[in-house]
């Protein structure tokens, strides 16, 4: 009997291209779209979870000749990815929902749904590896073949257990050839541009989406010079991330950059270019991957969001679920809520959600 996956279908060439693959290579696929909001808005509906999305998908999928399902995680993508977005930003912190939804709602709950189906494996379109090590009996996260591409960095909150039920068919091609494959299968698909914001926010406007659901937080306070004088008046604490220096609306002699976010006295914290670097970091919600514990300090290369530059580093132990990294040289625009992943070559070691800096 073959075995059977489920793809986790978008409507663009990667999911799609997984989905043609793994049905080349023998498996009983079958396709899921995952509705994950109600697409009132004309803006949403456009995203790669809305209505155009969803269509492409089932267009795809009966092009290569497997079922298509619409699973419906509404109430799940609401609670455990926008409300935590939302409250994130109340509290002076930048989330990355696409790391909290793989780990709760993508991979996290549509695993343990196809289990009970009795459905052996999820696949999805990232461009990430996994590997089975016998020697240390853990599977490995490893970055994908793309280096451009490479999107293991979203994926570092998952358990042993689900990156064992998990396939990336994708993570030994590049782009390039992706594309190359879904036109060869006849995917019309195949030059759809890739979805460049996060799914819900697909015009990249935080303000309009926060305002909507928290009018509250249009609460406005000073903006201070790192000394304590008063520049000028910000917005809201919740539209402002650490290193932003457009929009502040505040003249100085030199740049300036915030720095920091007081919640507590509803203040934006702004200082110059070599104020943003530090060389230190602690991170919680520790998820360890490629090793089962941290006892002695431990040399990496962490990377402190998705499009920064890995840097070397040292990894110590604070707790079990929380970390402190020392840097070799100071990083740039350390932020609260952001997540922290430590590589070894290809390798994904650890990561964790960063709770302070310095």
Request: proline letters at 3%; charged letters at 30%.
């Amino acid at each position: 009997m073959r075995e059977k996956v489920a793809v986790a279908m978008s409507g663009g060439v990667d999911s799609s291209t997984t989905a043609y693959l793994l049905k080349e290579e023998g498996y009983d696929v079958l396709g899921i779209f995952l509705k994950f909001f109600r697409t009132n808005d004309d803006k949403e509906r456009i995203s790669c979870c809305g209505i155009q999305g969803r269509e492409d998908a089932r267009s795809v999928a009966k092009h290569i000749g497997i079922p298509f399902y619409v699973l419906n995680y509404e109430q799940s993508f609401q609670k455990e990815v926008i409300e935590n977005f939302c409250l994130e930003y109340r509290n002076a912190r930048t989330p990355n929902p696409c790391v909290l939804c793989n780990k709760k709602v993508k991979l996290g709950r549509l695993l343990q749904e196809m289990q009970i189906a009795e459905i052996q494996y999820v696949a999805t379109g990232h461009y990430a590896n996994i590997e089975y090590d016998k020697n240390i009996k853990r599977y490995l996260l490893k970055k994908g073949k793309d280096v451009a591409k490479d999107q293991s960095y979203f994926l570092y909150a998952l358990n042993q257990v689900q990156l064992s039920r998990l396939k990336f068919p994708l993570g030994n091609y590049t782009k390039d050839e992706v594309r190359k494959i879904a036109q060869k299968a006849g995917l019309f698909v195949c030059d759809k541009p890739a979805n460049q914001e996060i799914c819900f926010i697909p015009d990249n406007d935080y303000k309009r989406f926060l305002l909507k659901r928290h009018p509250e937080l249009n609460s406005p306070g000073y903006i201070l010079f790192k000394d304590g004088k008063i520049l000028g008046e910000h917005k809201g604490i919740a539209f402002y991330t650490i290193g932003q220096r457009e929009g502040l609306g505040i003249s100085h002699k030199k740049p300036l950059y915030v720095i920091k976010i007081d919640k507590n006295n509803n203040t934006i914290i702004v200082g110059e270019e070599e104020d943003l670097y530090s060389s230190e970091l602690t991170a919680c919600e520790l998820n360890l991957i490629a090793v089962e514990k941290i006892i002695e300090p431990l040399k990496v290369k962490a990377k402190i969001r998705y499009n920064h530059k890995e840097a070397e580093a040292i990894a110590e132990k604070i707790s079990d679920d929380r970390i402190k990294i020392k840097f070799k040289e100071p990083q740039r625009a350390i932020t609260r809520g952001q997540s922290v992943v430590m590589y070894q070559d290809d390798t994904v070691i650890a990561g964790g959600i960063i709770e302070a800096e310095g």
